[in-house]
């Protein structure tokens, strides 16, 4: 049996919310966004009063607003945030920000790449500190720390036996490498495995946790 369509007037007032920014020209999406509910919700909402998703944010951005948008954006305010604040559909005040002063969508992400990378930076200055100190793990002095390409900590490290060689920080703290491997390399530890494991895992007790500080 198909459903009334319930008059606007007649809203529930947990509704009103949705049909006003609808009516302002957000798409489902944005009023989802808004609204802290699935992009399905709010379509079930409106359909309640015969109201189908606006395309693409048909809200005009006023002039004043773009401009004293794109100033923030310079600021490295977040463009969601900003457009949130005025009230207006991101995806409007983005296509206005567009048109008006490209330039100014792309400084935040390269701002945001930049911190990454110094913050990242300083996470392996500070891991390669820490393990040096507590060098040797096994026949392994930690000479270098970089990330690998799965994203995972690569410690670069001397053995004892003068070779150079690579691991993952993770079997450096669970005491699973303890030199190069060589089989001279590989007895030695054999006969001391016990010690070296358990200074692998006090080491890795001991590191100092990664404080996420986020600005
Ligand atoms: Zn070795």
């Avoid at 600021?75 to 490209?102: G, H, N, T």
């Avoid at 100014?104 to 930049?114: F, I, N, P």
């Avoid at 053995?159 to 303890?178: D, K």
Wanted: hydrophobic share 35%; glycine share 6%; with cysteine.
């Amino acid at each position: 049996m198909p459903e009334r369509v319930r008059p606007i007037e007649e809203a529930l007032p947990g509704h009103k919310r949705y049909i006003e920014l609808h009516q302002q020209g957000w798409n489902n999406g944005e009023i989802a966004d808004a609204m802290g509910v699935s992009r399905e919700r709010v379509r079930q909402v409106l359909s309640f009063y015969g109201l189908k998703s606006v395309k693409s944010a048909s809200r005009t951005v006023a002039d004043k607003q773009l401009v004293d948008a794109i100033c923030r954006l310079y600021d490295f305010e977040d463009l969601r945030e900003i457009a949130k604040s005025m009230r207006v559909a991101a995806s409007a005040l983005e296509e206005a920000v567009r048109q008006r002063d490209p330039v100014a969508l792309t400084l935040r992400a390269q701002q945001q790449a930049e911190n990454h990378k110094a913050a990242l930076e300083q996470r392996l200055q500070e891991k390669l500190a820490y393990w040096k100190s507590v060098s040797p793990i096994g026949l392994l002095t930690v000479m270098s720390m970089r990330r690998d390409e799965f994203g995972e900590f690569r410690a670069g490290a001397q053995c004892e036996c003068g070779r150079e060689t690579s691991v993952r920080l993770g079997y450096l703290r669970r005491g699973l490498v303890l030199s190069c491997g060589k089989p001279g390399c590989h007895s030695q530890v054999r006969a001391s495995a016990g010690v070296f494991k358990a200074k692998a895992r006090q080491a890795a007790k001991n590191e100092p946790k990664h404080r996420t500080a986020r600005a």
